[in-house]
């Protein structure tokens, strides 16, 4: 594998990333970010890696030449429209052994995601990207403000103020939306809905077509903004879910787990689990990290064999069944005091307990459990901790005005539960 990948991940939208894409982001141990290319991708990369913004391809080249695998992402395609093509010249003059991962333009995807035929047999056959072209279909990529400049060069150029055109905002992301109009009003209904930000503008055949073949913003989340703030890999598949509905997704963790160093009370844990009753996982998080602990120390599910399991929610439960276990209990309830009364039934007088689980929490639990006359273990197993980059300043730069508490259309109990 290339030391470093130049990597184009399309348009904006998650879904049009390419395998390849896909694979470079999975397999960098650092990840450097052009301006442009959001964040739908990074729940995708390894929990340790080193993800930030490009500041310069002299730290990239220090990486590379540290045995770094380094991944720069570009919006779209790293030799178009980007300086994809000045960072390879810069790292083959300094003998780095490099890749350009090719990915979908913009100019190509966002007409087809608003319903807008690039080409029809016998009406257009060719297209064109610039203000002089004799393309049937004409696309246009416009800097903010430059709307009406640009309607009036065509206009100048021989465009006709009826020919069918649409001015494509936010062109690429889930979240796009388009205005159609004849050319020479375009610009009129456009100011109605307050362009802000880079455009597409489209002229053609095509455009005539865009009402009925626009499914993109018949989706019933088309047009909202949602943040996303969980752990970076526990992102999916609720983005997916939310994409697939039309939102555009933000995605900017003010979670993340870090797995503790393993002591001697893990040791002892471990040691103990042929005399655990039962082993009690608060989360999904604490499942992995438990596990992935039980491996550290050469064993695997069957080292609880003597074991019952409870799960505090289905997504714990889900964890679990990942290694093939089945918990004999799973709670609905996400509070020490519902899973004590879920285990009202079960004698716990002698039983001994293990509850693997965060640094910080609640010791409501194994207070409840002891007063029952069990012998109640916690094992810290991970830390959540928030990361440096989650702030206001980076809450701008995705385009997120208003984060506040309480701003949100709804909140799930789970997630209700989570925030308290």
């Avoid at 729940?43 to 380094?70: C, F, Q, T, W, Y």
């Avoid at 080409?119 to 004799?134: Q, R």
């Avoid at 001015?167 to 009003?185: D, F, I, K, T």
């Avoid at 039309?246 to 009370?265: F, H, N, Q, S, Y």
């Amino acid at each position: 594998m290339s030391r470093v990948r130049l990597v184009g991940v399309g348009p904006g939208h998650p879904g049009l990333a390419t395998l390849q894409a896909v694979e470079a982001i999975k397999e960098a141990d650092v990840i450097r970010n052009c301006d442009g290319c959001g964040t739908g991708l990074l729940h995708l990369a390894m929990p340790n890696a080193d993800i930030a913004p490009l500041e310069s391809v002299d730290e990239v080249i220090r990486l590379a030449r540290n045995g770094r695998k380094v991944t720069v992402l570009f919006p779209g395609n790293p030799y178009a429209f980007s300086n994809g093509s000045e960072v390879a010249d810069r790292l083959e003059r300094a003998g780095i052994d490099f890749e350009a991962v090719p990915g979908l333009i913009v100019e190509l995807a966002a007409p087809v995601m608003s319903g807008i035929p690039l080409t029809i047999e016998g009406l257009s056959a060719s297209i064109g990207f610039g203000l002089v072209t004799g393309g049937e279909t004409v696309v246009l990529r416009l800097a903010s403000g430059w709307l009406e400049s640009g309607i009036t060069a065509l206009l100048q150029n021989g465009r006709a103020p009826q020919t069918p055109a649409a001015l494509v905002l936010n062109p690429g992301q889930p979240g796009q939306h388009r205005v159609s109009a004849p050319l020479g009003e375009l610009a009129r209904k456009a100011a109605t809905y307050g362009v802000k930000g880079d455009a597409l503008l489209v002229l053609g055949p095509g455009v005539e077509m865009s009402d009925r073949l626009d499914t993109l913003s018949k989706r019933p989340l088309h047009g909202r903004r949602i943040l996303i703030t969980r752990a970076r890999h526990q992102v999916d598949p609720f983005r997916r879910e939310l994409v697939d509905l039309g939102a555009a997704v933000v995605e900017i963790p003010t979670l993340e787990i870090r797995r503790l160093p393993a002591d001697a009370r893990v040791s002892n844990a471990i040691k103990n689990l042929d005399r655990t009753a039962l082993v009690i996982f608060a989360s999904a998080n604490a499942v992995d990290i438990f596990f992935q602990m039980l491996l550290t120390a050469s064993l695997d599910a069957r080292a609880l064999h003597n074991s019952k399991l409870c799960a505090i929610g289905q997504e714990t439960a889900d964890a679990l069944a990942g290694h093939g276990l089945r918990p004999e209990l799973v709670t609905s309830e996400y509070t020490a005091e519902g899973l004590a009364n879920a285990l009202e039934g079960w004698e716990m007088k002698g039983m001994r307990v293990l509850v693997p689980r965060a640094e910080i929490a609640r010791d409501a639990l194994p207070s409840l459990l002891a007063n029952r006359g069990a012998e109640v273990e916690i094992l810290p197993v991970y830390r959540a901790v928030c990361p440096v980059e989650a702030g206001p300043a980076l809450l701008r730069r995705a385009g997120v005005h208003d984060a506040r508490a309480g701003a949100g259309d709804r909140l799930s109990n789970r997630e209700k539960v989570k925030l308290e």
